[in-house]
């Protein structure tokens, strides 16, 4: 697999940050030339030191950027790629973008047009998962066409439902609504995150299926319909329909029922004249598997199946698109050892998880056997609130479960990140409860466990607040010391460190008439 590239020599990584740096590295690896592109806001992007060359786009807007078609094709024809991999967000699922690289001559790293379509409309492919076998969610398989006629709809499953968008993906556009009450406005909502989003405000009703499991399968089909799958992974740990924590393999999945639904994603997708990588993920529950969505793309948490299979899925993806067999069959995918991924973000999940965009003052990765990081960020680079505030994806590899929780909580107190806020408290908080150690994981256990409440700092009483805030003015060395210890947000330690200077100054009144308000 190591063998240099045939055909392509320039491919144009049509992406940013730790995604663009990932491509990019396979891509030389391979002997192909990486090639990037950039927005006004990435003009100091680590990403742009691993292109070849690279070319402005346009503004920080992603409208005006990343997710301009005409754009990325131009730089791809300037720049004289003859290949462009989307990576995963932007256009990674337009089928309209593979359609332009069609005509253009360039070879898109990914299904094509038709099956990219069918995958994007999700009561389309429900349809054609459908009539493949694959046992699908009870739901609408039209669009709705009011409030009204979802009532109708959710009424005839029996609540809770799950609204979803048409054209949705990445857990945009869907809300969980237990009771005709909350449909109306949560109708509306969907509606309109599914435009603004997608351009399209159509949605459809599932069956919110309780206490359930997200489990996905990768599988690969080459040119000669020679497919494969690479097991499942497990995405369970959720916030809002965000994948946080990733594992493989699931620990509620025997080997039986691996190669059943394995043999199921495969038939899938098959139906559908599939090429290239491509993730069907199902629900899980009462020991039944429903299909949920195809993602045509390849996943944030593929680490973990490189790690467990030992294969370079950027470098399938790739030879693939060159015309070239897979290189493997099914019964010769070895599966080894357990692999996890935890998904660190500028979010403050001591406040919902919300974005924490800035500059990052001090960044230092763990290191060790078994402990991959994938990144795109350094000291000085900056989250902006334009983009996705991923900071990193730390992967760990080690022989069995508990081992790589043991180690991923190790990996992760050796991260060191300053400037903005990070969700490494929740990964650690949420590794040690009872049910993750346990293996018991279904995709609201996040609200459902109150993590939220595992994250609260201790609190101080308030009659010790002035003697605080003027012992950490007199030492502003110890700030940073007492903040640790203490487990306490830094922003709220240097407030009592001014309220301290103010008190030196107006009198320890000052203090006192601070706290009261």
Same mark, same amino acid.
């Given at each position: 697999m190591h063998s240099p590239s045939a055909v392509f020599r320039r491919v144009l990584v049509a992406n940013r940050g730790e995604v663009a740096i990932r491509v990019a590295r396979t891509c030389l690896k391979m002997g192909i030339v990486p090639i990037g592109v950039y927005s006004e806001a990435d003009a100091r992007s680590l990403h742009r030191r691993f292109m070849h060359d690279d070319i402005l786009i346009g503004p920080a807007a992603p409208s005006e950027s990343y997710l301009s078609i005409p754009k990325i094709v131009n730089a791809a024809r300037d720049l004289r790629c003859e290949a462009v991999h989307p990576g995963y967000g932007f256009l990674a699922e337009n089928a309209e973008f593979v359609r332009r690289c069609e005509e253009e001559g360039l070879v898109f790293v990914g299904p094509p047009s038709t099956p990219m379509a069918l995958s994007g409309n999700k009561i389309a492919s429900r349809k054609a998962m459908a009539a493949a076998g694959v046992p699908v969610t009870k739901g609408s398989d039209r669009p709705l066409r009011s409030a009204d006629d979802a009532r109708d709809v959710a009424e005839s499953l029996g609540f809770p439902v799950m609204l979803k968008a048409v054209a949705g993906g990445g857990g945009i556009g869907m809300a969980r609504v237990a009771s005709v009450a909350e449909l109306p406005k949560a109708f509306e909502s969907a509606r309109s995150v599914s435009l603004a989003n997608f351009g399209s405000p159509d949605l459809f009703i599932e069956k919110f299926v309780e206490h359930a499991r997200h489990i996905e399968i990768q599988v690969f089909i080459d040119g000669r319909n020679h497919a494969i799958h690479l097991g499942e992974r497990e995405c369970s740990v959720q916030r809002r329909q965000q994948k946080l924590i990733e594992e493989s393999p699931s620990p509620a999945i025997s080997s039986e029922t691996r190669d059943e639904i394995g043999r199921l994603a495969v038939q899938g997708l098959e139906s559908v004249g599939y090429r290239n990588a491509g993730t069907v993920e199902f629900l899980f529950s009462g020991g039944e598997f429903?299909? $949920?969505? =195809? $993602?045509?793309? !390849? @996943? =944030?948490?593929?680490?973990?199946?490189?790690?467990?299979?030992? !294969?370079? !899925?950027?470098?399938? @993806?790739?030879?693939?698109?060159?015309?070239?067999?897979?290189?493997?069959? @099914?019964?010769?995918? =070895?599966?080894?050892?357990?692999?996890?991924?935890?998904? =660190?973000?500028?979010?403050?999940?001591?406040?919902?998880?919300?974005?924490?965009?800035?500059?990052? !003052?001090?960044?230092?990765?763990?290191?060790?056997?078994?402990?991959?990081?994938?990144?795109g960020v350094a000291a000085g680079s900056v989250v902006s609130e334009q983009y996705d505030p991923m900071i990193a994806k730390v992967i760990v590899h080690t022989r069995g479960r508990a081992s790589t929780i043991a180690a991923m909580e190790r990996a992760l107190r050796g991260f060191r990140i300053e400037g903005v806020p990070t969700t490494i408290p929740f990964h650690r908080a949420i590794l040690r409860t009872p049910e993750f150690v346990q293996g018991d994981l279904w995709t609201t256990m996040v609200a459902d466990l109150g993590i939220s409440d595992l994250l609260k700092g201790p609190k101080v009483p308030e009659d010790h607040v002035a003697a605080l805030a003027l012992a950490l003015a007199a030492k502003p060395h110890l700030v940073e010391r007492f903040a640790g210890r203490q487990r306490l947000r830094r922003p709220r330690v240097a407030r009592w460190a001014a309220l301290g200077r103010e008190a030196l100054k107006g009198g320890n009144d000052a203090v006192s008439a601070h706290r009261q308000r």
């Open positions: 429903h299909f $949920n969505e =195809v $993602n045509a793309r !390849l @996943q =944030v948490e593929h680490p973990i199946t490189e790690a467990v299979t030992g !294969l370079d !899925l950027v470098e399938l @993806q790739l030879r693939i698109a060159e015309g070239e067999p897979l290189p493997i069959d @099914q019964d010769e995918v =070895v599966f080894s050892g357990h692999a996890m991924e935890c998904r =660190v973000n500028a979010e403050d999940p001591r406040a919902n998880f919300s974005p924490g965009p800035g500059r990052i !003052l001090e960044y230092r990765e763990p290191y060790g056997p078994g402990i991959r990081v994938d990144s």
